[in-house]
Each structure stands twice: as C-alpha cells, then as structure tokens.
C-alpha cells in the first residue's frame, strides 16, 4: 500500500506542476524564437530588479514558480541572484498547513516577509559576489537545453515547449516517487528525533532536509515546528533552502553541472544564516 501511496503522492505533485512548466517554456521558445533585440535589450536593463521580482513571485505558495525560475536560469532569461532570491522566498507547503492549523495570522505574514525580504537581498548579493551566474545574453541557454532534448525546436514553439515539459515532467514523476517511498520509511517522527531544538545544528540539519527536492520537505518541517520539534530558527532554514522541485528542474535542464552544484551550495548557506539570523535575532 506504502508503494501506490507513494505513486499516487508523486503522480498528484508532479500533475500540479504541469501548467507552470508548459507556459515556462513556451515563454522561453517565444523569446528564443520571436524576440528582437530592442526587447532582448529591455529585459537585460531589467535584470538589476530580478532579484525584487524574483522574490516576490516565490511568496506564492507553489512549487510551481521555483521550477519556473529554474528553466529560465538553464535559459540564461534570468540571473542567478534572481533564481537565488525565488528559491528563498518560495513557500512551498508552508501556507496551506498553517492555514490548516489555524495559526495566528501575524505570525503568518512576518514568516512570509522575512522570507521575501531576505531572499531579495541575498539575491542581490549573489548578483554582486557571483558574476559568473548573471545573464551573459539573453535566451543563450535555451537552444542548448533544445539540443540535449533534441526537441526539433525548428517544428514550433508550440510543439517543443510540450516535448520540453514532459520530459521533465517525467523526471520529476521518479524522483518525486522515490523521495515519497524515502520519507514513507523513515517517517516523520524520526526526523523530529534527530532534528530536536538545539541551537545551530537544528538550523544545518534542516538546512539539509530542505534541500530535498519535493514538496513533503515543506510539509515536514512545518509540521515539526508546529509540534514543537523544531526551532523557528531552523523551520526557517528548512524552507528557505527548500525550493521544492525547482532544485530537480535545475540539476535537469541546466548543462552546466558545476555550476547547477555551485547555486545549491550557494542556496544552502543561504538559507542556514538566514535560519541562524531568524534565532539569534528573535524575528519570530
């Protein structure tokens, strides 16, 4: 039962992403195809903001927009401070079991700022640190990702953009299913045991459980914060590295593998101080 359990869990969150992945990559075949270079030129003017708008949209509540991000980035559409900025502030689970759970509201809205607020300037951090992640020509990944996929991309936008999602989509099904499988045998109570409260630790072993690839880190780490398991200072940690299937989408549809590995450590540290920050700080 434990196996189709895990399926189903892996056919229901991959399904969901379906609709963010297919307009993703139409957008990305549009620019590759259509884009002149007036405009070419405007949306690189307009990466300086990346890393604000970038963290914005990762408030929502969806595993959808860090998959986004991380298409655009292997097309080279957005930096790597924007993407950095979207996988921080991404909230994946988090909202839904709160809201769930009926917690305080104003609790709510600081843990979602601070998200939002952190990630926008730990974006323009690694934009500034990090020039080896910013867009060197826009759209210059796309026909890259097109060759490894060998999409026929000359076919239409409209036809490779669907090659494109359910390639990934496939991969993320099987990931997404073993990660199910994974967390059915271990089980929750079990993290809780190893994670506990302590200061600093907590916060690099949470780290670590966010770097999961799948939606149910999200719902772990808040349910252990909520059962009172887990430190604020390392519930934030979790989600903030937590970027739910965006870290997949990355290490599939990027082709440079030291540099999909440099953005995950990059995400790790991030979100760790940030998890510190929250505890010594007592933003929550």
Known sequence: ???????????????????????????????????????????????????????????????????????????????????????????????????????????????????????????????????????????????????????????????SSIRHTLSITLYIFLVSVGLNLFLELVGTQNLENIIFNQPVIGELLAGLIGLIPNCAASVALTTMYLDGAMSAGAMMSGLMVGAGVGILVLARANRNRKESAKIIVILYAAGVIGGLLTRFLRLL
């Not at 379906?18 to 957008?27: S, W």
């Not at 969806?62 to 900025?85: D, E, M, N, P």
């Not at 996988?87 to 709510?108: C, Q, Y």
């Not at 910013?134 to 000359?154: F, L, M, P, S, T």
Request: aromatic share 10%; hydrophobic share 50%.
């Open 1 to 159: 039962m434990e196996i189709w359990d895990a399926i189903l869990d892996g056919i229901i969150d991959t399904v969901k992403l379906i609709p963010f992945l297919f307009l993703t990559y139409l957008v990305m075949e549009y620019i590759e195809h259509h884009t002149s270079d007036r405009t070419r030129a405007a949306i690189r003017r307009s990466d300086k903001f990346g890393p604000l708008v970038g963290g914005l949209l990762g408030a929502f509540p969806q595993c959808g927009f860090s998959a986004a991000a991380a298409s655009l980035y292997a097309g080279r559409v957005i930096t790597g401070g924007t993407l950095i900025a979207v996988f921080l502030s991404t909230s994946d689970e988090m909202l839904p079991i709160f809201l769930s759970h009926r917690v305080d509201a104003g609790l709510i809205i600081r843990i979602l700022a601070i998200k939002v607020v952190y990630g926008v300037i730990a974006g323009f951090v690694v934009d500034f640190l990090f020039r080896s992640l910013n867009v060197r020509k826009i759209g210059a990944g796309i026909h890259g990702i097109c060759e490894a996929e060998h999409c026929d991309c000359e076919k239409g936008i409209f036809s």
